[in-house]
């Protein structure tokens, strides 16, 4: 027993005889490269000592204990740290979303009546209704202009006025729609023009449009439309029941006018949403840009340290500011350019040249922003932290692109100052011809650019000065 005790206490284990073997060969190659001459640099390249590899040893081995537990440990607090990340960007992504559907009386839609009669009335009845279930079914925010409003007169002061934003729809009853459609039951003609006209603007929004805008603008019209027309059919034949000219004529009308026959409303899109490829730039490819940008950026970080013990701190922070801003300008437009190869259409607003151009700048812009905020990143919180970084500035721009503001919760509006939101409503006015908002679009994102420029001049200062001064050197990774 005193000998096994005295053997265990003696001996060491299996790793410290590796060490000892290791220090032992590193010592014996040490003496023999100093006692060796060297007759060429070539020859001296050529020699090779051989160093002891450490001894490989199954997973779970009790002589790798220490190092097993310091990799599970790091391992598992990076996926702690992932799993908080989660709980603190994903709920923003999903509350964008979440709650749409009971803030959609938030879309505002005008409701003009200019007939004032029983079509008229009917309507702004049924409106009226949809204003009360606020609350228990989903709604629009419905606005019913005074009788003696005059700021709106007629259909192309409407259709401007929803192309300039200022409602998300509005619902037009033209003036003397009651009599047009009791003239109608009578006509000659052989098509029943509507009465009733709804604007709408998809390309603002065309999730807004198609999900919320156009669906509760038909269910509360149809209902209402089918209702007063065959009220009004009904009014008309008990009238006239013993006018057997004006029953004849009636059936022959009904006969003419086939499918049209009836009280109808004409959906007016005053900017169509007509090509799908745009969503590749006000989403996905806003996305991508911070991805490209963010790929840069790590490779910038592993050369960096290949030129940057030769640099004076000076020209060290123009380096990491403006190396990555000339490196932007050819993918900004190789980016634009595959936009333009699919036809995106440029020329709505402006001619094709003009509005490639600046879709162009604005991508450069944007880029730069969001590219400089990632050099920033990598540099205060190292490359193991900079991709959280880079979850969260997605992720708090594009919760509030995919939906408007308007039906998100109050705290989103935050994104009138992010580059997405911005980007996304600048890339809408050149390929839809959308409201303009370039004069508050561009110096958003000309901001989001100079701090980003700020900030990582200013850190790399601090950072890399402090460095010097400990006589720390990065090498190349």
């Not at 090779?48 to 450490?54: E, G, N, V």
């Not at 509030?400 to 919760?409: A, D, F």
Request: charged share 10%.
């Amino acid at each position: 027993m005193m000998q096994q005790a005295m053997s265990t206490d003696t001996f060491p284990d299996e790793l410290q005889l590796e060490d000892m073997r290791n220090k032992h060969v590193f010592s014996q190659s040490h003496l023999l490269q100093s006692s060796l001459a060297f007759d060429s640099p070539t020859e001296a390249k050529d020699m090779h000592i051989p160093l002891s590899k450490p001894r490989p040893y199954p997973l779970f081995h009790p002589a790798i204990a220490q190092h097993r537990k310091q990799y599970f440990t790091f391992y598992f607090v990076y996926a702690a740290l992932l799993i908080i990340l989660m709980w603190a960007l994903l709920p923003i992504y999903w509350a964008s979303l979440a709650y749409n559907t009971q803030l959609s009386d938030h879309l505002q839609v005008f409701v003009i009546d200019h007939d004032q009669s029983t079509v008229g009335n009917g309507v702004v009845a049924a409106v009226q209704q949809a204003i009360n279930q606020r609350g228990t079914v989903s709604t629009l925010g419905w606005t019913i202009l005074p009788s003696n409003d005059t700021s709106l007169p007629t259909n192309d002061d409407v259709f401007d006025a929803i192309a300039d934003e200022q409602a998300w729809a509005a619902v037009l009853i033209q003036a003397a729609a009651t009599n047009s459609v009791i003239s109608s039951f009578t006509s000659s003609s052989s098509q029943n023009s509507p009465v009733i006209n709804v604007y709408y603007n998809e390309a603002r929004n065309e999730i807004a449009a198609s999900t919320y805008i156009v669906p509760i603008l038909n269910s509360v019209l149809v209902p209402v439309t089918a209702s007063l027309y065959s009220n009004l059919t009904s009014q008309f034949l008990a009238s006239n029941a013993n006018n057997q000219t004006e029953i004849q004529a009636f059936s022959a009308a009904l006969a003419r006018q086939g499918s049209t026959a009836g009280l109808t409303f004409n959906l007016i899109n005053v900017r169509p949403y007509t090509t799908p490829v745009v969503l590749a730039l006000t989403e996905v490819g806003l996305i991508l840009i911070v991805i490209f940008s963010f790929i840069l950026t790590m490779a910038n970080s592993a050369l960096r340290p290949m030129l940057s013990p030769h640099l004076s701190l000076s020209s060290y922070v123009l380096l990491r500011v403006f190396t990555p801003l000339l490196a932007y300008i050819p993918l900004s437009l190789s980016f634009a350019t595959i936009s333009l190869a699919f036809r995106v259409p440029f020329n709505a607003k402006y001619t094709e040249a003009q509005g490639f151009g600046l879709f162009w700048i604005l991508c450069y812009i944007i880029m730069g922003g969001v590219g400089m905020a990632t050099e920033f990143a990598i540099g205060a919180l190292t490359i193991r932290f900079a991709p959280f970084f880079l979850v969260t500035l997605i992720i708090s721009n594009v919760s509030i692109t995919s939906t408007p503001l308007e039906i998100q919760p109050g705290v989103f509006r935050y994104g009138r100052g992010f580059p997405f939101f911005n980007a996304s409503q600048a890339f809408r006015t050149i390929v839809f011809d959308t409201k303009s908002h370039l004069s508050t679009n561009v110096p958003v994102l000309i901001g989001w650019l100079l701090i980003s420029m700020l900030t990582v001049a200013v850190s790399t200062w601090i950072i890399e000065g402090r460095n010097r001064r400990l006589g720390i050197v990065e090498a190349p990774h």
